[in-house]
């Protein structure tokens, strides 16, 4: 998902919106009576990259004090289904593609890690919009690109635009929610609009990703009228939010989703990180699952997609995310599915860099294919170094595959990947070094 990262020169950053972010999860809890008991979807994003995976339990043994396995309810069950041996989709066919736009892969570069991956080694063949992450609202109502260099940034709108791929400005990240609502206020709302229209005209750029986590109902207004305003003040500008997952035992209120389907062009589902040892949670579970039947472990993209959809979400509008790192729990885990017995998560975003996967964890782990989550794992019988996994949840071109049938299945818009920078090989044969993006190209984009 999309989230700040905390690395180098911006640490001081990180460190200033430390205090900021627990005011945000603090105020969800006061707006909660019950906290969802297996929805780590608000909290996760606000506490994970800014605290770190050994602070965020903190944060959320605070905002799901209360949990009850009681209140769970099985997730119903998906009616777009796979072959177990084949992986192929067994649903109607899909619609004839002519007949629509063309889907859309939106990748987010960080470019606080552009040294590990160059721009000239990006796969632009897996990818129709570039966002580039990310520009965080200011106090005074200005966006600062985090940790990043405007010289990078040039560089990537000119060749994204040199390989037909849209430019986009990702505005937000994690924790964001209360500096969108700080600049989004009276007068200073047609400032911060103005700020962030100057930003597209200067810089070239093609859209702006709105990323405000959390995105309350209150908020919903708001964040229209900032599209409507962007829209105004550059006709023909590409509009994108992200929106979490959802949790099928704590359903949420979605009765202003296709408001906001109307005023962006996409909602992006941040369907990544739908784990971990949670308040509430007893069993382990997948990164990114497409589908769940147990109420114990409810997130899937399956059932996330079905919520938008019931809401009224035109299907076309709708986006799945696609996480290119992976879920590493410690001891005893070793399956999804199993009992917790006091493991936890130690390592997820960014260290567990599916190219981190590939070379310290493939070789050596036991992989399997889930057949009803449609995802990949890796088993070990002892804690494997350098992060000490006994178990890794992570996406690989074969689940990836599965999404995007399941895209083409369902009639949706398209997909994000959180971050390309991630699923770099570095020291792969040419051709080989962007594995999940090829995937992304073949499975999505034709």
């Known amino acids: 998902m999309p989230q700040l990262g905390a690395r180098g020169s911006y640490k001081r950053e990180q460190r200033l919106t430390r205090r900021a972010v627990a005011i945000v999860a603090m105020s969800a809890i006061v ?10 979807w608000r909290m996760r994003p606000v506490a994970s990259k800014v605290l770190g995976w050994r602070g965020l339990p903190v944060v959320l043994a605070a905002a799901l004090a209360g ?23 067994a649903a109607a066919p899909d619609a004839d593609a002519g007949a629509r736009p063309p889907r859309w892969s939106l990748g987010y570069y960080a470019t606080w890690m552009a040294g590990a991956y160059p721009v000239e080694a990006i796969d632009w063949s ?22 990043g260099n405007p010289d990078v940034v040039a560089a990537l709108v000119a060749a994204a635009h040199a390989h037909g791929v849209a430019a986009i400005a990702s505005v937000g990240g994690a924790g964001s929610g209360a500096p969108f609502e700080q600049d989004s206020a009276g007068v200073m709302r047609a400032a911060f609009v103005g700020r962030i229209a100057a930003l597209v005209a200067g810089v070239g750029f093609d859209g702006v990703d709105i990323d405000w986590e959390p995105l309350a109902r209150a908020d919903e207004p708001i964040v229209i009228d900032l599209a409507n305003r962007l829209r105004a003040a550059h006709p023909g500008l590409r509009l994108t939010l992200t929106l979490g997952f959802v949790n099928p035992n704590v359903p949420r209120d979605l009765s202003g989703a296709p408001a906001l389907a109307a005023a962006f062009d996409q909602l992006d589902l941040m369907t990544y990180g739908m784990a971990g040892a949670w308040p509430g949670w007893s069993k382990s579970w997948h990164n990114s699952p497409l589908y769940s039947q147990d109420a114990a472990t409810p997130l ?29 729990y410690g001891a005893p885990v070793t399956a999804p599915l199993q009992p917790l017995d006091g493991a936890t998560l130690l ?12 070379a310290d964890y493939l070789a050596a782990g036991a992989r399997t294919f889930d057949p009803l989550a449609r995802v990949p794992y890796l088993s070990f019988v002892a804690a494997h170094a350098p992060d000490g996994c006994t178990y890794v949840s ?26 390309i920078n991630e699923g770099y090989l570095p ?8 594995p999940l993006l090829d995937a992304v190209r073949d499975a999505v984009l034709r």
């Not at 309810?73 to 989709?89: E, L, S």
């Not at 399956?302 to 019931?310: E, F, G, I, M, P």
């Not at 595959?401 to 997909?415: E, H, P, Q, R, S």
């Open 67 to 89: 949990c009850a396995a009681g209140d769970a309810a099985a997730t119903p069950d998906a009616t777009v289904a796979f072959d177990a041996a084949a992986g192929d989709v």
């Open 126 to 147: 897996g990818l129709t919009e570039l966002g580039i992450a990310f520009y965080v609202p200011q106090p005074d109502g200005s966006v600062k690109l985090l940790g």
């Open 427 to 434: 020291s792969a044969p040419a051709g080989a070094r962007n």
């Open 300 to 328: 899937s993209i399956d059932s996330t997609v079905r919520a938008y959809l019931a809401a009224g979400v035109p299907a076309a509008r709708l986006g799945i995310g696609i996480g290119l790192y992976g879920l590493c």
């Open 394 to 419: 992570y996406d690989d071109a074969q689940s990836i595959a599965d999404k995007g049938a399941y895209v083409k299945a369902m009639g949706l818009g398209g997909v994000i990947e959180w971050e």
């Open 31 to 40: 707006r909660a009576a019950r906290p969802p008991p297996c929805d780590g």
């Open 347 to 358: 390592a997820g975003d960014e260290t567990m860099s599916y190219a981190h996967i590939a």
